[in-house]
């Protein structure tokens, strides 16, 4: 196993979502977390919350992902810290809406690229430098979505740019293979989070419920804990590396 205990994680869309269930899971193990996040008031919040419990174990920095130059500037103030990098989270996200007849649907595209492709690809860069550096390997989990193994419509931006995560995640595994780094992506159904809720989906919101099979009788979607619990195994299991892992409470199996 990857015992995370001691070890230093870079969780990106740390301060919400999923991505804080991903900070929390790493935290109650043991880990030293960086939430790296753009919205730097809920990174205040979470950091200021979370160090109530565990201390110095966590730092909070400002970042743009699909800015190059700040995510070299987040793993420098991570290094800075905490001294290493051993796993990175990229979950940091945007969603999308255009069909493909609409006429802004380059730049939509252009922005889910931007942050989910190439956000990830940049922090995936300068973190795996640092895991090379220390030479005891590491792991990266990436966040796609069910939208990144199925279709939707209106999901050019979205399916777009999670399929192309998913198909990095598998380049990057057998890429990083020789020198112990684990790379996997985790494709969640519905969450519970700042991109999905009642404000955001409206009436959406309760037919995203009900495609779900486990939402049958359960009114529910899933929460951010099980997608923590699902981040955590992925770091953890040391043989397991360049898989989709798909938590969606059935939502593809139908
Ligand atoms: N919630 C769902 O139903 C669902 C389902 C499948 C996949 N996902 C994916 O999970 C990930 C997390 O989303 P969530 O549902 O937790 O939403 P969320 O809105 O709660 O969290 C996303 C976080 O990413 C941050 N962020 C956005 N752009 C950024 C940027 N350029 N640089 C740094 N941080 C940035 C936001 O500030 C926010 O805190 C996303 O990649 C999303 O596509 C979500």
């Known amino acids: ?17 999923i991505g804080l269930g991903a900070v929390e899971a790493l935290l109650k193990k043991g880990a030293k977390v960086v939430i790296a ?12 919350r979370l160090k109530e419990i565990y201390n ?9 992902v699909s800015n190059e130059e700040c995510v070299k500037n987040m793993v420098d103030e991570t290094v800075k810290t ?7 989270v990229n979950s940091a996200g945007v969603a999308g809406r255009c069909t493909i007849e609409d006429e802004d649907v380059v730049a939509d595209v252009k922005r889910a690229m931007d942050v ?18 220390h030479g005891e390997g590491g792991a990266i989990v990436n966040v796609a979505s069910i939208m990144g193994i199925v279709g939707t419509a209106n999901g050019s931006a979205y399916n777009g740019s999670k ?9 990057w595994a057998l890429d990083l293979a020789p020198k112990n780094i684990r790379v996997n992506v985790l494709c969640p159904g519905y969450t519970d989070s700042g991109m999905c809720n009642t404000n955001t989906l409206g009436a959406f919101y309760d037919y995203a419920k009900s495609m779900h099979p486990l939402a049958a009788g359960l009114d529910r979607i899933a929460n951010a804990e099980e997608m923590g619990h699902a981040v955590m195994f992925m770091i ?18 139908k």
């Open 236 to 253: 953890e299991n040391t043989y397991l590396t360049g898989q989709a892992i798909i938590v969606d409470g059935g939502y593809t199996t």
């Open 82 to 88: 905490f001294g290493r990098v051993d796993a990175l």
């Open 37 to 48: 996040d753009y919205n730097g008031d809920a990174v205040d919040a979470q950091v200021a």
């Open 1 to 17: 196993m990857f015992d995370v205990k001691e070890k230093v994680a870079i969780v990106t869309g740390g301060a919400s979502g």
């Open 116 to 133: 989910n492709v190439n956000g990830g690809l940049y922090c995936a860069k300068y973190a795996v430098a640092e895991m090379v550096k």
């Open 163 to 171: 399929h192309a995560v998913v198909g990095m995640t598998k380049a």
């Open 56 to 64: 110095n174990n966590v730092l909070g920095v400002k970042v743009d």
